[in-house]
């Protein structure tokens, strides 16, 4: 009996439809993956090589499907969707749900810089006296806060200050030193000396995750208000005159004291290196 070509590719059909996981439909066997790492919003270009993959072929990536490209029996191309930061799993399948037995890993970097999500005292605020704070030296006010998008390895705040519009002297301006610690996504700046007032306070944040990447600048500027001019000054325990006279609210300058040792010539109790406590002095002012 003669057999034609057609009964032969008939039979071939035949033999595959029963015998499906004979070779016609096989087990994809997954060796290698290059590379195994990329950044989280995906894109990196993907080599998966092996045995007996079929055209048609999907990658399960960490729970989601991509189609590959250039399917041959040993290899496949393909892209990685976006993903969190982490490992995940990658898995071939052929047609009719034929999966690899072996799971290939592949891990998400974190290529987010972080952000600042806000600082505080805000960019703008102003601390009025009465209200933000009472003695123009004692403010009260030492800490600037930053709260970031995510835990930091480390941060970087500078502070620098000048004196405002309405200054009774005026013509400062300087950097503020002190000291910066992390915990977490919170950034805190502890002035040396508390801030004074009379003053604007410029200040500029950034910091550095986990992974390594830095964050943008951020910068932002808020005020101690210009404190009520003094006309008469109750001596408190510890005061100078040359302190009593460096004061926001008197003369802003500390060389100023022998102008308050004359005003006040007639008190023998003052004392330029320590007048005596509750004692009320009286401030001349050129108007």
Avoid at 71 to 100: C, D, F
Avoid at 213 to 227: D, E, H, I, L
């Amino acid at each position: 009996m003669l057999t034609t070509g057609r009964q032969l590719g008939l039979g071939a059909l035949l033999t595959c439809a029963i015998f499906v996981g004979a070779g016609c439909n096989p087990t994809p066997i997954v060796e290698s993956m290059t590379p195994t790492q990329g950044t989280e919003d995906g894109g990196t270009s993907i080599t998966i090589t092996g045995q007996k993959f079929k055209v048609g072929a999907t990658v399960q990536f960490g729970g989601k499907t991509v189609t590959p490209s250039n399917v041959t029996k040993t290899s496949m191309s393909l892209v990685s969707p976006a993903g969190a930061v982490g490992s995940v799993q990658v898995t071939v399948e052929n047609p009719k749900q034929k999966r690899g037995e072996k799971a290939l890993s592949y891990t998400y970097l974190d290529t987010t810089a972080p952000t600042v999500n806000s600082v505080s005292p805000s960019d703008g605020h102003v601390y009025a006296q009465g209200a933000g704070y009472e003695d123009a030296v004692a403010t009260g006010l030492t800490q600037i806060t930053a709260k970031f998008s995510e835990p930091l390895a480390s941060a970087t705040v500078s502070v620098s200050s000048a004196s405002l519009p309405d200054a009774i002297k005026g013509g400062y301006s300087g950097a503020v030193s002190g000291a910066t610690t992390v915990s977490g996504d919170m950034v805190t700046f502890t002035a040396s000396e508390v801030l004074a007032s009379a003053r604007s306070y410029t200040v500029s944040v950034e910091g550095v995750d986990v992974a390594g990447n830095r964050s943008a600048a951020k910068t932002s500027t808020f005020s101690v208000a210009t404190p009520k001019r003094l006309h008469r000054y109750v001596v408190q325990e510890g005061d100078t005159l040359q302190s009593i006279a460096a004061r926001p609210d008197t003369y802003e300058d500390a060389e100023e004291w022998k102008k308050i040792l004359l005003v006040n010539q007639d008190y023998n109790e003052v004392n330029r290196d320590a007048p005596q406590a509750g004692l009320g002095l009286w401030l001349h002012w050129d108007e």
